[in-house]
């Protein structure tokens, strides 16, 4: 056996310390008065000298190891008898034997711990002896007793040792018999840090332990022992406790049973476990996660964990509610929500949530749109955070919450349509303001007026009489060119001709009705007369009246929203209709003014006698003729003996005839001729583009027509003549008007003087 595996025993039986043993030392007395021995040993043999572990009738508690007899036993594993050390060999020189305690007899046995020689028990005599048999195995006996008790003692120990940990452990050791009924038979001594109460106390049932577990947790305890009694194997119970110095406790009780062969129950082993702190943390965490939960629930908000790894999800039941979802259907897949998400947002949602897991953002927050069951889409804030990841800083777990921000988005989107429409609203009046032509205005809008209201066509139309009927003059409208039937209407809207006069369908309902028309499902409308022939399908309607003081004035006509129509769009676009009924409005105002003026500037320029020009209007005309690139005869006509007509016949026969000459003039000048009545009987006429003769040829006749003419009066017929003086003017004569008129009047001077009812020229 070798020394390594020798001081390791000696190790693990923690005999290296030389501490001896008071019964083993009695047993050595006994030992040593049996062999009628002054000495007797328990030796150990350690590594640098032997020492006793039990000794009698030695004072030293050591030697020297080459000294040792019993080093020898050791080396040997066999028993060692020396009858006179002072002759012996191998031991005459040894300072034992040559000085104190000068031994001369020794018989000494091996002592194995474990099967190990480990040392020797040995008598010494300082006479010299003999040993017979009997006494040797005696010896023997010994040892192995000693071995025996070194074993117990080492065992008792650890147990010793095991036992003070428990005792310093916070577990609590219990253990319950079932001899005559169920009772605690041991707890261990550690109990008294949680009771306040030496574990004797409840060992010798001066307390008992259900008196420390509070009332209200005595139910869990004695269900613990009633499962065991029931055949239960393992349980576990929490209660809590009071203390004698009445400190509150939660404790865990971990119990285990055991039963007899017949299968009753014999013992139960318990450990009961501080669990105060980890209670507490337990009872703060449900409240905290009860706390969020009811903060969730009422700011409404939806949440959800998402496993990457796994692609497993887990959301709360408003996540479902936002999107009409059955929480017992939600399917954990990715897939499942990812479907959901509106198309047009699916890449931006993508590249954030990248760029979250790649790092680049402290939060995963954006916002898009998810289908609800019912089939509108519905607006999400998200906002999630990567919880956990894993050894490699790869996201394994992202978690956040959903927000259904849809009514704040809406009402954002329609401020953003609302300022659209102002500002295309301003653009039209702009546009009418600068051309003056409200269709340019209409048709300038259209196209944004298609886009914010989502329709695919739209037309903006105002009642006009037209061919003796109200019609609808179509100001603008988006697509016409749908077949070949339509390039007539195409070629009309072109012209700014197009008129729609058959309300007996759809949007002619708004005109009839002078309502709004709502439609989603056109074709079971009571008004609908089917798409017109050849036109792209129209499966909305919307038709807005615009009306004026409480009278239709025109509409809107909208088809083929995204999704339906409805009132909250008819309301979105009345400042449109108000607009337009406005600009119609102006257009009207402005269209009466001019007509106003007209007729003033009419009333100013006629006479009014004769309804032909008067002398203001005459020169006006004749103001253009200034850089005419053709000559031009001036002509001055008077009513010859006018005053005899007036003085015989009465003034308002002369009035007959100042109108008579007024129809002839009339009648006998060409179209772009000109003629005027410069004051009472005189006429002036202005006549272009012509030969001199054929001017000549003219004024003759118009001579000769009038005096041909009689006036029916009440009195009498008269008939009158008139005298005529022309004047020619050259092209590029630059003479003014009032000397040309001057010329004419000295031509008509001379034919008063050469006898009336004639043509002069100047
Ligand atoms: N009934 C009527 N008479 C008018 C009107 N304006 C002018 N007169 C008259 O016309 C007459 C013009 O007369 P005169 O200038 O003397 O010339 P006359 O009698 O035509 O003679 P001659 O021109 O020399 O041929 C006057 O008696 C005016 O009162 C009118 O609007 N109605």
Known sequence: MNEVTRLDTIAEYSLQVAEEDPSLNQLL??????????????????????FFKARYGLAADRTRLEDAFCAHVVAQDAPLVVEDASIHADFHHNPLVTGDPHIRFYAGVPLQLNHVPVGAVCVIDKVPRTVSALQLALLEKVSAHVSHYLTLWHQHKQLQQEQDLLEQSPAVLMQWRNLHGLSLSYVSGNIDTLFDLPAEALRQKQAVLEDFILPSSLNDFNFLLTNHQSGVAAAEAHFQIKSRNNKLFWVKLISRAFFTNDGRLDAIHAMLIDHTANRYTEVKLTETNQQMRLLLDASGLGTWDWNIQSDVSKVNRRWCEMLGLDYELFDSSSLFWRQLIHPADQTGLDAELQRHLDGKTLVFNTVYRMKHQAGHWVWIETYGKVVTRDSQQQPVRLAGTHRDITAKKEAELLETKQRQLLSFINKAQAIYLRTGDLSDACREVLAELTEIADSQFAFIGQMLPHNGQQSLFIHAITELSWNEHSSQLVELYQQGQLYFDSFDNLFGKVITSQALIISNEPASHPAAKGTPVGHPKIFRFLGLPIMLKDGLVGMI???????????????????????????????????????????????????????????????????????????????????????????????????????????????????????????????????????????????????????????????ADVSVTVSIGARYVPAGEVEDLHLQMADADVALYKAKENGRDCLMWF
Request: with cysteine; hydrophobic share 45%.
């Open 29 to 50: 007395a006994a030992l040593a008065q049996l062999f009628d021995a002054p000495i007797a040993l328990v030796s150990l043999i350690g590594a640098d000298f032997q």
């Open 557 to 715: 006509g909208l088809a083929n929203k995204f999704s339906d129509y409805s009132a909250a769009d008819a309301a979105f676009l009345q400042p449109l209709c108000d607009a337009l009924a406005g600009l119609f409005y102006a257009v009207e105002q402005e269209q009466a003014r001019v007509r106003a003026e007209e007729q003033l500037k009419n009333l100013a320029m006629t006479d009014p006698l004769t309804g032909i020009p008067n002398r203001r209007a005459f020169i006006e005309h004749c103001a253009r003729l200034k850089n005419s690139p053709t000559g031009y005869v001036l002509a001055i006509l008077d009513i010859d003996h006018f005053k005899r007509v007036n003085d015989t016949y009465g003034h308002a026969a002369g009035d007959e005839v100042i109108k008579l000459i007024g129809r002839k003039l009339q009648f006998c000048l060409r179209s772009d001729d000109y003629s005027a009545r410069l004051g009472g009987e005189e006429f002036a006429l202005l006549i272009e583009h012509t030969e001199i003769d054929m001017v000549h040829l003219l004024l003759e006749n118009l001579r000769l027509e009038i005096s041909a003419e009689v006036v029916n009066t009440a009195d």
